[in-house]
């Protein structure tokens, strides 16, 4: 299984960055925002034919949350632009349950 950890830590000057890291050969970049995630996680994914299977969401404990809910804004304007683009939803609906 591909599987990256994606790890948001404080940057110690007021901000953050993501440290994403590929568990199958320990390799690791640091992300200074979403855009350079994005284009990280596409180029580590290459390496196995773009598949991932998981990303592990982590954060510091230190974290502010300020920074979880800028973080949090930033993906949710980066997926809805990219479910315009395709047309079509890339997160699964959750179900109300019975």
Same mark, same amino acid.
């Given at each position: 299984?591909?599987?990256? #950890?994606?790890?948001? &830590?404080?940057?110690? @000057?007021?901000?953050?960055? $993501?440290?994403? =890291? !590929?568990?199958?050969?320990?390799? @690791? /970049?640091?992300?200074?925002?979403?855009?350079?995630?994005? #284009? &990280? $996680?596409?180029?580590?994914?290459? !390496?196995?034919?773009?598949?991932? !299977? /998981? @990303?592990?969401?982590?954060?510091?404990?230190?974290?502010? %949350?300020?920074?979880?809910?800028?973080?949090?804004?930033?993906?949710?304007?980066? =997926?809805? &632009?990219?479910? /315009?683009? =395709?047309?079509?939803?890339?997160? %699964? @609906?959750?179900? %109300? &349950?019975?």
């Amino acid at each position: 299984m591909v599987i990256f #950890e994606a790890t948001i &830590k404080n940057d110690n @000057v007021g901000g953050w960055f $993501i440290e994403l =890291r !590929d568990t199958t050969d320990g390799r @690791v /970049e640091i992300c200074k925002d979403i855009d350079e995630f994005e #284009e &990280k $996680i596409e180029a580590m994914g290459d !390496d196995y034919g773009g598949h991932i !299977d /998981e @990303v592990r969401w982590l954060k510091d404990d230190d974290l502010h %949350p300020a920074a979880m809910d800028e973080i949090r804004a930033l993906m949710a304007e980066k =997926r809805a &632009k990219i479910e /315009e683009e =395709r047309g079509d939803f890339i997160t %699964p @609906v959750a179900t %109300p &349950k019975e």
